[in-house]
C-alpha cells in the first residue's frame, strides 16, 4: 500500500506549482505547470497515479482559474488563509485581512526552516521584502514591502514611455555603467530592487539570513551574491506546516 500525502498547490500568477508532502511535512516531490492545456491534463493525470488524501491550496489567481485545475483532481481541497498565527509565528500585520496567502506562507515556510529573525524575498510578478524578527515569544512576521517584479517594471517602461523599448530581463554584471539603453533599463529595474532589500535588511541584525525565493531569484542572486540564501517553493514549504 502506498503512503497517504498531501498535495500543495501555490496558484500563481504565472504558473501553478505543486508539492507531495508526507506525514513528517517533509516534500517529497514537486514541480510547475503552466495554466494551458494540454499540460495541466497530463499532469492531473499524472497525479491520479498517487494516493492524494487531500488538497492545501494558497491562490492569488481568480476562482475560475482554480477551479478549473481542482475540479480535474477530484480530491477534496481547502483554501489557506491567513491566520494570527502559525505554531509561534505571531501575525503582526496591521490590516492581516489584506495580507496575501503568498506572503504569510513563505513566511511560514521561512521561519520553520531557520528560527530567527530573517528577511523573506519573493522575486516572482511581484517583488515581496518582508521581515521577521525574534522575540522572547518566538517569531514576528512584522510586514514588509511589495514592489513591481522586474519584468513589470520593465514593461512599464516600455508602454508608459515614447522610445524606450521593450528590453528583456538578461541581467549581466556590468565592470562600468551601462552605456545603452537596454542595460540601462534592466540594470535599473535590477539594481533598484537589490536597493530595497538591502535597506530592509540593515533593519535586522548582520547575521541575519536573508530568504530568496521566486521565479527571479537567480537575477538577484547575481546582484547580492552570498548574502542571500535560495529556497525552492517556499510558499509550498509554509503551507507544509500548516496540515
Known amino acids: 500500500m502506498k503512503p497517504t500525502v498531501n498535495l500543495l498547490l501555490d496558484f500563481g ?10 506525514a513528517s511535512r517533509q516534500l517529497v516531490q514537486r514541480g510547475v505547470v503552466g495554466y494551458a492545456l494540454p499540460a495541466l491534463d497530463v499532469w ?15 491562490s492569488v489567481v481568480s476562482a475560475e482559474q482554480e477551479a478549473s485545475v481542482l475540479t480535474r483532481l477530484r480530491v477534496p481541497s481547502e ?15 496591521g490590516t492581516p485581512d489584506t495580507l496575501g496567502v503568498d506572503r504569510w506562507a513563505s513566511a ?22 518582508d521581515l521577521i524578527e525574534c522575540d522572547m515569544h518566538g517569531g514576528v512576521y512584522r510586514g514588509g514591502l511589495i514592489l513591481p517584479g522586474i519584468d513589470l517594471m520593465l514593461q512599464s517602461l ?16 556590468l565592470p562600468g555603467v551601462p552605456d545603452n539603453t537596454h542595460d540601462a533599463m534592466t540594470s535599473g529595474a535590477v539594481e533598484a530592487t537589490c536597493g530595497a532589500i538591502e535597506r530592509m535588511g540593515r533593519r535586522l541584525p548582520d547575521t541575519a539570513p536573508w530568504l530568496l525565493t521566486g521565479g527571479n531569484a537567480p537575477i ?13 517553493d517556499l510558499v509550498l514549504a509554509g503551507l507544509a506546516q500548516a496540515f
Open 220 to 232: 538577484l542572486q547575481a546582484v547580492l551574491g552570498q548574502r542571500v540564501c535560495p529556497v525552492d
Open 108 to 129: 511560514m515556510g521561512a521561519w520553520a526552516m531557520v528560527g530567527q529573525s530573517c528577511l523573506v524575498i519573493g522575486a516572482g510578478t511581484a517583488t515581496t521584502i
Open 13 to 22: 500568477n504565472t504558473r501553478l506549482k505543486w508539492a507531495l508532502a508526507d
Open 44 to 58: 492531473s493525470h499524472q497525479l491520479a497515479a498517487t494516493d492524494v488524501e487531500r488538497i492545501l491550496y494558497a
Open 158 to 173: 516600455h508602454q508608459r514611455t515614447a522610445r524606450l523599448p521593450e528590453a528583456r530581463v538578461n541581467y549581466r554584471a
Open 79 to 93: 483554501r489557506f488563509s491567513v491566520s494570527p498565527r502559525a505554531g509561534d509565528l505571531h501575525n503582526a500585520y
